[in-house]
């Protein structure tokens, strides 16, 4: 059973970087693009963007120029580095992973983490 | 960026009703279109994918439809586990995107 859970702090200060962690269980760690999408409150999805265990990542340009994605193939993790963060960037974050028949990262999801839920403060 | 057109953004149904949420792209995604449900405080739930392709243990009543630009997701009677938010969103080209959501609400 695939499960992926999110972790790091709920509260940011703004202009302070986000971080948080995806550990992953079950599976086959390497044949995914491991991917971060994240809801403001009351509103809809934003695909910010994926990492797949070599490093290679694909980023949303909105956020490009403040995301850093790293991976940690010998825990099973892989991590989401946000800079600047202002009050728009208050949102549930989730980690996803791609159907299983998708190859690439440009695909629909079937395993999601609980979220969570990042709160930027002033 | 492609931009995903959802509509309706809420709909009022009774049980037993069949419904239609339908979703347009801003350009051709050549059925790269999933959907999703998404119930308060839960991660969303691929219902669709390829336009068409029912997700696994997904229920019979459930099904997607489109090409080109234009896609619809249809619940053929409604049962009281499926008023929740709906979304569609394109995997044909990144920045990947989804669709505004369509919240299902109990008339």
């Known amino acids: 059973q695939v499960q992926l859970q999110e972790s790091g702090p709920g509260l940011v200060k703004a202009s302070e970087t986000l971080s948080l962690t995806c550990t992953v269980s079950?599976?086959?760690?390497?044949?995914?693009?491991w991917t971060w999408i994240r809801q403001p409150p009351g509103k809809t999805l934003e695909w910010i963007g994926y990492?797949?265990?070599?490093?290679?990542?694909e980023l949303n340009p909105s956020l490009e120029s403040r995301v850093t994605m790293s991976v940690d193939t010998s825990k099973n993790q892989f991590s989401l580095k946000l800079s600047s963060v202002t009050a728009a960037d208050t949102a549930v974050y989730y980690c996803?992973?791609?159907?299983?028949?998708?190859?690439?990262?440009?695909?629909?999801?079937?395993?999601w983490g609980q979220g969570s839920l990042v709160t930027v403060s002033s | 960026d492609m931009q995903m057109t959802q509509s309706p953004s809420s709909l009022s149904a009774s049980v037993g009703d069949r419904v239609t949420i339908t979703c347009r792209a801003s350009?051709?995604?050549?059925?790269?279109l999933s959907w999703y449900q998404q119930k308060p405080g839960k991660a969303p739930k691929v219902l669709v994918y390829?336009?068409?392709r029912l997700e696994s243990g997904v229920p019979s009543r459930f099904s997607g439809s489109g090409s080109g630009t234009v896609y619809t997701l249809t619940i053929s009677s409604l049962q009281p586990e499926d008023f929740a938010t709906y979304y569609c969103q394109q995997y044909y080209s990144a920045p990947l995107s989804f669709g505004q959501g369509t919240k299902l609400e109990i008339k």
């Open positions: 996803a992973r791609p159907l299983g028949y998708c190859s690439g990262g440009n695909c629909p999801f079937d395993y």
């Open positions: 079950g599976g086959s760690f390497r044949s995914h693009y």
């Open positions: 350009h051709d995604i050549i059925n790269s």
């Open positions: 390829a336009a068409s």
């Open positions: 990492i797949y265990y070599t490093g290679i990542t």
